[in-house]
């Protein structure tokens, strides 16, 4: 369960538009956290983005390590809070993460944010579900 699978990634362009354009995001610092319902045909709960921008940070090392970090971070808290969590509402999810800090964060402030982001995504989903069944 703690693996990142290549199904787990998010590739296709057409849903990244949709996920982009109608999706729900909020802000917990420094993470952009998008996410939008899926009625993809997948085996996982949710299908990943992950997202560093080239302008602020210039060279290719930073953006790796970056990158590294986050699907490390996501790799393991997934199977502790996430995929539970989606598993016991029958939903699928396509989630954009997108870091917007100016630095390079360690990964133990970094994973602690992570948390904190998790924890208000599945607020929100609950929120949406509880308004869509009314």
């Given at each position: 369960?703690?693996?990142?699978k290549?199904?787990?990634r998010?590739?296709?362009?057409?849903?990244?538009?949709k996920?982009?354009?109608n999706?729900?995001?909020?802000l917990v610092?420094?993470?952009?956290?998008?996410?939008l319902?899926?009625?993809?045909n997948?085996?996982?709960?949710?299908?990943v983005?992950?997202?560093i921008?080239?302008?602020?940070?210039?060279?290719?090392?930073?953006r790796?390590?970056?990158?590294?970090?986050?699907r490390?971070i996501?790799?393991?808290?997934?199977?502790?809070?996430l995929?539970?969590?989606?598993?016991?509402?029958?939903?699928?999810?396509v989630?954009?993460?997108?870091y917007?800090?100016?630095?390079?964060?360690?990964y133990?402030?970094?994973?602690?944010?992570?948390?904190?982001?998790?924890?208000?995504?599945?607020?929100?989903?609950?929120?949406?579900?509880?308004?869509?069944?009314?």
């Amino acid at each position: 369960m703690n693996s990142f699978k290549k199904e787990e990634r998010l590739c296709n362009i057409q849903l990244i538009e949709k996920l982009y354009h109608n999706g729900s995001s909020f802000l917990v610092y420094p993470f952009r956290i998008i996410w939008l319902y899926s009625e993809a045909n997948s085996e996982f709960p949710v299908q990943v983005l992950i997202s560093i921008p080239k302008k602020k940070f210039k060279r290719a090392v930073d953006r790796n390590l970056l990158k590294r970090r986050i699907r490390e971070i996501y790799r393991i808290q997934k199977s502790e809070d996430l995929f539970p969590f989606l598993n016991e509402r029958s939903e699928k999810i396509v989630l954009a993460i997108n870091y917007i800090g100016n630095e390079i964060a360690e990964y133990a402030s970094m994973a602690k944010k992570f948390n904190t982001a998790i924890l208000r995504l599945k607020r929100n989903i609950s929120e949406q579900t509880c308004s869509k069944s009314l």
